[in-house]
């Protein structure tokens, strides 16, 4: 059984999706040191991740992430610091995907200046 499981659902479709795993993966590789291997597949892909006293997996699907990790004895005790980092880290660029894909908001038109017709004196 996994220390740390972790699903999310989206709507964001296998590329995007691929988009941020593949963040999230460099993200991991640099502040935690460790070793990501991306296996890619037609409907899914996963993100094999390792090192000393860590290993798991993020299933990356067109409509959810699902990660599982196994943490050694060590880190055992951290498991959920160590879930907690992680669910900010996939939430934010989940978010930031959100706000990238939500359409700019149209400014309002200035309707005081043309509610107010100009007279001559």
Same mark, same amino acid.
Request: aromatic share 6%; glycine share 6%.
């Given at each position: 059984?996994? #220390?740390? $499981?972790?699903? $999310?659902?989206?709507?964001? !479709?296998?590329?995007?999706?691929?988009?941020?795993?593949?963040?999230?993966?460099?993200?991991?590789?640099?502040? =935690?040191?460790?070793?990501?291997? &991306?296996?890619?597949? #037609? %409907?899914?892909? %996963? &993100?094999?991740?390792?090192?000393? !006293? &860590?290993?798991?997996?993020?299933?990356?699907?067109?409509?959810?992430?699902? /990660?599982?990790?196994?943490?050694? =004895?060590?880190?055992?005790? =951290?498991?959920? %610091?160590?879930? !907690?980092?992680?669910?900010?880290?996939? #939430?934010? /660029? /989940? *978010?930031?995907? #959100?706000?990238?894909?939500?359409?700019?908001?149209? *400014?309002? *038109?200035?309707?005081?200046?043309?509610?107010?017709?100009?007279?001559?004196?």
């Amino acid at each position: 059984m996994p #220390d740390i $499981r972790i699903q $999310r659902k989206h709507t964001l !479709g296998l590329k995007k999706a691929r988009d941020i795993a593949w963040q999230w993966a460099e993200e991991v590789e640099k502040k =935690f040191d460790m070793e990501c291997t &991306v296996v890619e597949g #037609d %409907t899914c892909d %996963t &993100v094999q991740f390792t090192r000393a !006293g &860590v290993n798991g997996q993020l299933t990356v699907a067109a409509d959810h992430f699902d /990660l599982s990790a196994k943490l050694g =004895f060590l880190l055992g005790a =951290f498991s959920k %610091t160590i879930e !907690g980092e992680i669910e900010k880290n996939l #939430d934010a /660029l /989940l *978010a930031k995907s #959100d706000k990238a894909k939500a359409p700019a908001a149209k *400014a309002p *038109a200035n309707t005081a200046a043309k509610a107010a017709p100009k007279t001559k004196k």
